[in-house]
């Protein structure tokens, strides 16, 4: 420490630099997974936390539930294959919905009362036991969506009432509502008074004990007509949007890891080679090459995660600062997963470093002129 | 007790077909206090002398004894811990590591090798040392702020803090004017001699060779003649 | 200046590690924004292509085509406002189609119109299609006959368009009667009669702004009318999309700085001993600032055009579900970007520089 700590405090200004850098890069991965992993939640967490462990779309729908219209009688085929333990209607829609005194878009998500699709993390209040019952996903309350609050749907009959609030229940970026299925029928022959049937958009259904929900999928797939079944983690990583997000976001955090190992890698290996005539003194005059492999490595982890540090906490103000309407959040398990990686790369990254310090010849010190500093 | 002891020493360099010969058959003894000026022209071994006295370098023959030692046989880790306990070296220009201050500059091969055990010994042996070596008003400086005279004089309290059997100095008043050159000279005399430890000066400045006790001529590689001190 | 190029010439080693960090920075760079243009292309190419001042939408919308619903009153309202030259429908409905030989749905956007927009010819017959050219991916060829929707409407594809897309899905501009049987067809809950469609665009002279309020005002506010270029904005995630986004690139300058300063800081430290010699023998520091300023434009254009071969190259191997999009303008911010942060970064090095004494840096022992 004493060696590697004494180089920093006296050379600040490199350090500083390089730590910026890291700092900036691990913000970067930081800001962008946090925004990704609130855009995922925002977007499918409806579908995420709802009961049902497999989904039944139309087959056109390509794994859309926005997009999928599946008949009526869907429902009592899915009901009947082998496996599955309760299968029922589930309705999605986008709605405007007057609420908080603005017209917002929302996101109505409806199943049938005693049967699946339910949200499963109710956190306050109760789950809908009535018709214009709903339960309003989290984070909305500024816009309206309260415990108890009372909303319009627009070309509605009747008003609708907040009866709970369930957590990362938002559906499409959207506010979200989960109510019964009849409501939601009613709602859409409200506003548009032609429509003769109102199909559910998907079925949703769960397995019996001892059955898993992939092979209840399969089943339905093999039997049903016209549709395509999904376990419900499929549906939420298969979602159009999910998929795409997750790679193109996946490919520029690894970028990002690239540019940091790479920066930090070459940034140790150019210091090894100005410090070399040091080295050579310090060998000359006894120091160990392990100690001074080991001063380098310490560095290292000092400069890092000191950039690790930096870019958590600009990850997080900079979340906070932003108003931060998709509830992204730092989490501190994913930075500490981040801060290892970008850590364990540099380490590795730094061996080109440490295999100079240890081809040094002590006996360079006796060489005129080479121990001029 | 013999400071230093090389019996037979050669060492041949391998270029192409050609053995290069820079050490031919050296014999030296220098006793526990001796002051041994080395002189000798450009390219005539001075360097690799010194290089394998002070465990720099292995001789292809011959036996190497410090402080009664052998180090002949040393690996690259032995000589590393031989280095860092027997022996002291100042090297031809001003070599101080220079994001440390004096004081770190010679507690380094302590701190590095010997870690937290007689730290407080090692800080005190340290100031102490800069004090006699009349650095006392720059334990804290760091080398660019030192002069080219008080940066020799740390390099020499660095050689010495180990308290070794042998010190080795090469070309130590080159970089220094007259003036300075005697100061240090005399310096590094009177701390020679009063700690008992033994030196040899690789020199080609006569004026060094007055502060030895023995001037030894090296040509071609070999030893050749040994003169008493003109002081 | 000379001496810079020579070093750039003679040591190309010593820029090595910084060029090499902003190769990767570039790639990140292009690669950010062509998913950005990527993203913002593909969604709101049907709506930048009308030839239209405003998009007018029933007011219960909220800007969302697919949720807008406007009938034959309500254009017979706007055609009577004067200084509205044009009114077109339009319907857009997001289905999936089956391509003949292929096994997977390919994502379309069927577009019902009346005024065609630019790039894309007159209404065709019913059934028929102008196909956009992201639907070659999934394998629809000019001739073939596409079943859209869980009714399977059949749509013949009689040509391609380029740029006409929605939502970043293959738009296939019909007909009006031909569109509204695919919607209904596919949503029997939210059918539209003839005359009917999701939005109107509209054309005049002068500020659209003002023609927008004025629609709004001429139907008693059953509407709300945006400008093209706010229609476009309001297509679902793009607003938020670019604003993250820019955020991102704008971060990622501020590393391009950073790395540049770092590195050359090295070298700066490295050639003290030199920049000393030269301004013993009288370069000035502006010359000697210069060069190094030179030498960090033209470490960043090499990584520019390196980095740019490169992400062409990788982006070739992605699949075609990354909506990534390389486009020159693109590239010439980027580029300019990179130029400008690498310059202050090396901008960094001025104050060392200057600092450098020739006395010192010339003595020995130093």
């Avoid at chain 3, 030179?294 to 992605?318: C, D």
Wanted: proline share 4%.
């Amino acid at each position: 420490m004493f060696l590697a700590w004494r180089e920093i405090t006296r050379s600040r200004a490199r350090f500083l630099l390089l730590g910026g850098a890291v700092g900036l890069l691990v913000f970067l991965i930081v800001f962008v997974q946090a925004l990704t992993g609130a855009l995922i939640r925002q977007f499918i967490g409806a579908i995420d936390h709802q009961s049902g462990t497999v989904l039944v779309y139309s087959a056109d729908a390509r794994k859309n539930l926005e997009g999928s219209r599946v008949p009526l009688d869907a429902v009592s085929a899915v009901a009947a294959v082998p496996g599955v333990a309760a299968a029922g209607p589930l309705g999605e829609g986008t709605f405007s919905v007057q609420a908080g005194g603005q017209l917002r878009d929302t996101a109505l998500f409806a199943y049938q009362l005693g049967k699946p699709g339910a949200p499963t993390t109710v956190i306050s209040g109760r789950l809908p036991r009535a018709d214009f019952e709903a339960v309003a996903s989290d984070g909305n309350s500024a816009k309206g969506f309260r415990l108890g609050a009372t909303v319009r749907i627009e070309h509605s009959t009747r008003a609708m009432r907040i009866v709970g609030i369930a957590r990362d229940a938002n559906y499409s970026v959207s506010p979200t509502l989960f109510t019964t299925f009849a409501t939601y029928q009613q709602t859409r022959k409200d506003a548009n008074p032609a429509a003769v049937v109102v199909m559910p958009s998907a079925v949703v259904a769960t397995a019996d004990p001892g059955v898993t929900p992939a092979t209840v999928r399969d089943r339905i797939n093999h039997t049903v007509p016209g549709i395509e079944a999904l376990t419900r983690d499929q549906a939420v990583a298969e979602s159009p949007g999910v998929a795409s997000v997750g790679e193109s976001i996946g490919a520029i955090v690894l970028l990002c890891f690239f540019v940091v190992v790479v920066v930090a890698g070459l940034f140790f290996l150019i210091l090894t080679v100005q410090k070399a005539q040091s080295l050579t003194l310090l060998r000359a005059i006894g120091v160990r090459a392990g100690a001074l492999v080991r001063a380098l490595l310490v560095q290292v982890v000092v400069v890092v995660l000191g950039g690790v540090v930096i870019g958590g906490l600009l990850g997080w103000l900079a979340l906070n600062a932003a108003g931060n309407s998709l509830g992204a959040r730092v989490e501190i398990g994913a930075l500490l997963q981040t801060g290892a990686l970008v850590l364990g790369l540099s380490l590795v990254a730094a061996l080109g470093a440490a295999r100079r310090v240890l081809r040094i010849d002590p006996v360079r010190a006796t060489v005129p002129g080479s121990l001029d500093a | 007790m013999t400071a230093l002891q090389l019996d037979h020493v050669s060492k041949v360099y391998r270029s192409g077909d050609d053995d290069i010969v820079a050490l031919d058959d050296a014999n030296l003894t220098v006793a526990a206090d001796e002051m041994i000026g080395l002189i000798g022209p450009s390219g005539s071994g001075k360097t690799t002398l010194i290089s394998i006295a002070g465990g720099l370098l292995t001789p292809t023959e011959g036996s190497v004894l410090v402080g009664g030692e052998n180090i002949t046989g040393y690996n690259a880790k032995e000589l590393t811990r031989f280095r860092g306990e027997q022996v002291g070296f100042v090297f031809q220009t001003v070599n101080l590591v220079p994001f440390l201050t004096a004081r770190e500059n010679l507690l380094v091969v302590g701190e590095l090798s010997g870690g937290r055990a007689g730290r407080k010994q090692a800080t005190t042996r340290a100031d102490q040392l800069l004090d006699e070596l009349g650095l006392g008003h720059r334990h804290d400086n760091l080398p660019r702020q030192l002069s080219g005279g008080e940066r020799q004089r740390v390099a020499v309290g660095r050689a010495l803090m180990n308290e070794p059997k042998l010190v080795l100095f090469d070309e130590p008043t080159s970089a220094l004017d007259t003036h300075l050159g005697e100061q240090v000279m005399d310096l590094i005399r009177s701390e020679v001699k009063g700690r008992g430890t033994a030196a040899v000066i690789v020199t080609h400045d006569a004026r060094v060779t007055t502060y030895c006790d023995r001037v030894v001529t090296i040509i071609d590689g070999r030893l050749a003649e040994t003169a008493a001190a003109s002081a | 200046m000379r001496i810079a190029l020579r070093e750039l010439r003679r040591r190309p080693g010593r820029f090595g590690p910084v060029t090499a960090a902003l190769i990767l920075l570039t790639v990140l760079l292009l690669f950010l924004g062509g998913l950005l243009d990527g993203l913002y292309i593909g969604a709101t190419g049907a709506l930048r292509a009308q030839r239209a001042a405003v998009v007018v939408y029933s007011a219960d919308a909220n800007d969302s085509i697919i949720r807008s619903r406007l009938d034959t009153t309500t254009r017979a309202q706007i055609e009577r406002i004067s200084g509205v030259t044009a009114v077109g429908g339009l319907g857009i409905s997001l289905l999936g189609a089956k391509v003949p030989g292929e096994t997977t749905l390919a994502d379309a956007a069927v577009i019902g119109y009346q005024r065609p927009p630019t790039g894309v010819p007159a209404v065709p017959p019913p059934g028929d299609a102008w196909a956009d050219r992201r639907l070659e991916a999934f394998g629809v060829r000019v001739g073939q006959t596409l079943r859209l929707g869980p009714r399977e409407v059949p749509i013949r594809v009689r040509g391609w368009v380029e740029d006409t897309n929605y939502l970043l899905q293959g738009s296939l501009w019909v007909a009006p009667d031909t569109w509204r049987r695919a919607q209904n067809a596919s949503r029997p809950d939210a059918p539209f009669a003839a005359g009917e469609f999701q939005v109107f665009v509209a054309d005049g002279p002068g500020d659209p702004g003002v023609l927008a309020r004025r629609i709004d005002r001429a139907t008693g506010n059953a509407t709300a009318t945006l400008t093209k270029d706010a229609a476009v904005l309001a297509s679902p995630g793009t607003r938020q999309q670019k604003s993250t986004f820019n955020g991102i690139i704008g971060v990622t300058f501020v590393v391009v700085g950073l790395v540049v300063a770092l590195f050359f800081a090295l070298l700066t430290l490295e050639r003290s001993p030199i920049y000393g010699v030269l301004k013993a023998i009288g370069t000035t520091t502006r010359r000697l600032f210069a060069g190094v300023l030179l030498q960090a434009l033209i470490v960043a254009t090499a990584a520019f055009l390196i980095g740019g071969l490169i992400t062409l190259g990788l982006t070739s191997l992605l699949p075609a579900r990354i909506p990534i999009l390389l486009v020159g303008s693109r590239a010439i911010t980027t580029f300019g970007g990179i130029l400008l942060t690498a310059a202050i970064g090396g901008a960094i090095s001025l104050r060392r520089i200057a600092r450098i004494d020739p006395v010192t840096a010339i003595g020995t022992g130093t």
